[in-house]
C-alpha cells in the first residue's frame, strides 16, 4: 500500500503563500487520483483540492478557488499545493489523500492518507 508524508507547512502572515508537499512511497502514486483536504480545530475534515492520475483534470472548493493550485509530478511521486493570498481561515491540518477515483469529494473515497502538516496563517 502507498505511503504518503506531508511537507511545506508553517506559519505565514495572511496575504502570504506556501506550498505543501506530498510524497509517495512508490510508483503506484501514478496510478491514484490525489487530494488535498484541511481539517480546522473543532471542524470535520473538509475538500480542499483534487487532481486526476494524469494530472489533466484538477477540482477545488470554492473557498479555495483562484487562491490554491495543485499539481502533481509522478516521475518524483509527488503532489503539490500551490497557496496563495492565504487567510486565518486556512488556518488547518493539511492531509493529502489517494483515491482510486478522481473527482470524489468525501473522506471515504480516500483509502491512504498521510500524517497531516500544520499550516497557521497569522492575521
Known amino acids: 500500500q502507498v505511503q504518503l508524508v506531508e511537507s511545506g507547512g508553517g506559519l505565514v502572515q495572511a496575504g502570504g503563500s506556501l506550498r505543501l508537499s506530498c510524497a509517495a512511497s512508490?510508483?503506484?502514486?501514478?496510478?491514484?487520483?490525489m487530494g488535498w483536504f484541511r481539517q480546522a480545530p473543532g471542524k470535520e475534515r473538509e475538500f480542499v483540492a483534487g487532481i486526476s492520475r494524469s494530472g489533466g483534470n484538477t477540482q477545488y472548493a470554492d473557498s479555495v478557488k483562484g487562491r490554491f493550485t495543485i499539481s502533481r509530478d509522478n516521475a518524483k511521486n509527488t503532489v503539490y499545493l500551490q497557496m496563495n493570498s492565504l487567510k486565518p481561515e486556512d488556518t488547518a491540518v493539511y492531509y493529502c489523500?489517494?483515491?482510486?477515483?478522481?473527482?470524489?469529494?468525501?473522506?471515504?473515497?480516500?483509502?491512504?492518507w498521510g500524517q497531516g502538516t500544520q499550516v497557521t496563517v497569522a492575521s
Open positions: 489523500g489517494a483515491s482510486y477515483l478522481y473527482g470524489r469529494t468525501y473522506e471515504g473515497a480516500f483509502g491512504y
Open positions: 512508490d510508483s503506484t502514486f501514478s496510478s491514484y487520483a
